[in-house]
């Protein structure tokens, strides 16, 4: 098979937004407690943080994290996490039917934050809370001094303000199964109103209202645009949230998740400049893709549910295979060609829960297969995202209709001169020979390094026995050649290539 991508150093989307690469702590199963913090463990540093997790985490190249939920922040109430650990209560988390020993709360998470160098991206609770609860919590994080929470904040520890910049309003209240599931007209208001509020108290934050908790919702697109009917002008996002898996055998349609993800945003952006054109407005709403990943929810959904009311139970720990790998990839390709709109996104979640990093307690931390094209598009994307004019051919599947087999996107420093294509083929058995026609930049392009990541068994995972089973190799049949990149890319895989 052939496919081939014109690429012209002008044609630019947008610039790549460093919060592209997200990702998201929930208190949820293992993922604060034996994920990203545990005391005693061999590795763990004086404040009981993993430190084989934060180094892990660095080298995945993540810049934000989403936290304090998820489904759990619909029932949270943030001042348990605070204070003397001894005199923090234990409280059921309704959403995962679990307990909370609130041992790590906002101060413990923005130490490790900054350990961990990221951004915070901070989730207020309008499940079972509203206006003055996020204003509680913005006063104890980002009020300097001279108030009571602040100098609160000041006595535990903290004497500067987290300056925390980008907060999510809530999070899925769309969803039935939401502690305090609202309407849209119900969350429309309160959204707006706490918006209103927080923007009072600090106008420079950026405000992620919520959106649907997937493309197939019920209230798909109409929940968007009830929302942003009254919330349009002191919000700055509206979220989206998807997840993939492989359902009934049918690799050939999981292959092509992308294709789902570029029709949800696609869809959400057309809903919210509708909404823009009917108030009139000159602003733009963007989109925080911030929960995305591959998560095999239909097992979980036929699963037993775990030990009622345990603390940090193993909740949806999903082995990744070479296939997710190469839809992981591909989904991260979809966000950095949207850009010009989804200017933040997190992959859910970081560690052990639907995660690229898994940790055992006590024992060793290690990469999913899904780690590394994460990890590779982090660190490699740089300076602007160009338009990618892709000829491929294309193959039909029961869930997207007629496909490309390739998908692509590239992104070009023009400081640098770094110029890098990232590609999957989706093809089951065959290889594809991808012709990138650069006639358009300078002349003595080079090749710096080609990665790609795929495998004889699609179905070969990284397991703590075998923690590099599945790891991305220098490609091998690419070459450069005057003003033409031709590589070959293996069936199912995901590549990158660097030109100098
Ligand atoms: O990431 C797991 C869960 O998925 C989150 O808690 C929720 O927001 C979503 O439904």
Redo the contacts with the bound molecule.
């Keep these: 098979l052939a496919a081939t991508v014109v690429l012209d150093p002008g044609a630019v989307v947008a610039p790549v937004s460093r919060r592209t690469f997200g990702s998201?702590v929930?208190h949820?199963g293992r993922c604060v407690y034996t994920g990203i913090y545990e005391p005693g463990h061999p590795q763990a540093d004086e404040d009981g943080f993993r430190t084989d997790v934060l180094a892990l985490t660095r080298e995945l190249g993540v810049t934000m994290v989403r936290y304090p939920?998820?489904?759990?922040v619909s029932g949270y109430r943030w001042e348990d996490g605070i204070g003397p650990a001894a005199q923090r209560p234990r409280r059921r988390d309704l959403?995962w039917h679990s307990i909370e020993t609130n041992q790590v709360g906002i101060d413990e998470f923005a130490r490790w934050a900054a350990k961990a160098d990221v951004e915070i991206m901070y989730a207020v609770n309008l499940g079972t809370r509203g206006v003055q609860e996020a204003l509680d919590v913005h006063e104890y994080v980002n009020h300097a001094e001279g108030t009571q929470l602040s100098e609160l904040r000041r006595a535990n520890g903290a004497a500067k303000p987290y300056g925390i910049t980008l907060w999510c309003l809530g999070?899925?209240l769309d969803?039935p199964?939401q502690t305090g599931h609202k309407t849209a007209q119900e969350y429309g208001l309160l959204a707006a109103a706490t918006a209103r509020a927080l923007r009072s108290a600090e106008p420079g934050l950026e405000l992620v209202a919520c959106g649907s908790?997937g493309s197939s919702m019920p209230t798909f697109g109409t929940w968007e645009a009830t929302v942003l009917e009254h919330a349009y002008d002191v919000v700055d996002y509206v979220s989206c949230?998807a997840?993939y898996e492989e359902l009934d055998g049918d690799l050939g349609s999981f292959l092509a998740s992308a294709v789902d993800m570029d029709h949800f945003v696609d869809s959400i952006v057309a809903t919210a400049d509708s909404v823009g054109a009917r108030l009139r407005s000159k602003k733009k709403i963007n989109i925080s893709f911030d929960?995305w990943?591959v998560?095999y929810l239909s097992r979980f959904q036929g699963q037993a549910p775990a030990a009622d009311w345990a603390v940090a139970p193993r909740v949806?720990e999903d082995e990744y295979n070479v296939a997710d790998a190469v839809v992981v990839g591909n989904l991260l390709i979809s966000l950095l060609r949207h850009s010009d709109r989804v200017t933040a996104a997190c992959q859910?979640?970081l560690v052990n829960?639907?995660a690229p990093i898994r940790s055992e307690p006590g024992g060793p931390a290690w990469r999913q297969t899904i780690f590394h094209p994460f990890a590779k598009t982090a660190a490699l994307a740089r300076g602007s995202v160009l338009h990618t004019r892709l000829d491929s051919p294309t193959y039909a599947t029961a869930r997207h209709g007629e496909v490309a087999v390739v998908d692509a996107v590239a992104t070009y420093d023009s400081e640098d001169g770094d110029l890098v294509i990232f590609a999957v083929n989706r093809d089951q058995t065959d290889s594809v020979e991808l012709t990138v026609d650069l006639h358009l930049f300078k002349a003595d392009l080079r090749l710096a390094e080609a990665w790609t990541l795929t495998d004889e068994d699609l179905r070969a995972t990284n397991t703590q026995e075998q923690p590099d089973r599945v790891t991305p190799v220098p490609a091998e049949r690419v070459t450069v050649d005057g003003s033409t990149l031709r590589v070959v890319l293996p069936r199912v895989s995901w590549s990158a290539i660097r030109l100098h």
Aim: glycine share 14%; net charge negative.
């Design positions: 998201f929930e949820m939920g998820g489904n759990f959403a999070n899925e969803g199964w908790s949230h997840y929960e990943n998560w949806i859910a979640q829960v639907i």
